[in-house]
Structures are given as C-alpha cells and as structure tokens.
C-alpha cells in the first residue's frame, strides 16, 4: 500500500508563491504515475496537475497553465507541486494521488487509487 504525506500548505496573500511536497513510501515511486488534486469548501475535488515516472509527460488542467508545475524527484520519492500567482480561488486542500503507471497518463481523480491526508491553502485577497 502507497503511504503519502502532504506538507507545504499554508496562508499566503494573492500573488504569493506556494511549493507543495508529496512524500511517498511503501511503493517503488518510480513505477507510479501520480497527480495534484484539489477539493475547495462546498466543491467537487477537480484535477490540477498529472504525471508519469518519465519526465515530460505532465498533463495540467487549464487553470494550473502557466502558474502551477508538478515535478518529481525519483531519487528522494517525492512530487512537488511549485505554484505562482496565487489567486483566491486556488483556496482549497490540495492532495497528492498515485496510481500504478500502466503507459497511459490519466487525468481523472477517479483513476488513481491512494491518497495523501491533504494540505490546506488559503490565498488571501
């Protein structure tokens, strides 16, 4: 079972700049493909940013273009989540998911299977 901590969430002012960490054990990272998610207060969780183990194949949604960037360094079992520009409507928990790679890069949160506990960002205007 993939085991996955979040951190780096926290409150910032619009137009500040926020790095999110996923932390991921129990599982060979370099055999998952994983992805950001996001949930705000009273909404559906939506995807944000997707990727497989090899580098280049991201997917972002369009409101992450130009302003959020999801990395991974296999070496230390982690995905990163850098943000710019931050706006109020970014204000929701932010997880991390992973789902074996099986060649294809899913967007969809339904096709990924274990979840990290979530962070809080709050953008203030």
């Known amino acids: 079972q993939v085991h996955m901590v979040e951190s780096g969430g926290g409150l910032v002012q619009a137009g500040d700049s926020l790095r999110l960490s996923c932390v991921v054990s129990?599982?060979?990272?370099?055999?998952?493909?994983m992805g950001w998610f996001r949930q705000a207060l009273g909404k559906e969780r939506e995807s944000v940013a997707t990727m497989r183990p090899i580098a280049g194949e991201t997917w972002y949604q369009e409101f992450a273009k130009g302003r959020f960037t999801i990395s991974r360094d296999n070496a230390k079992n982690t995905l990163y989540l850098q943000m710019y520009s931050l706006k109020p409507e970014d204000t929701a928990v932010y997880y991390c998911a992973a789902r074996t790679d099986t060649g294809v890069l899913y967007t969809a949160d339904t096709r990924y299977t274990d979840w990290g506990q979530g962070t809080q960002v709050i953008v203030s205007s």
């Open positions: 129990g599982r060979t990272f370099s055999n998952l493909a």
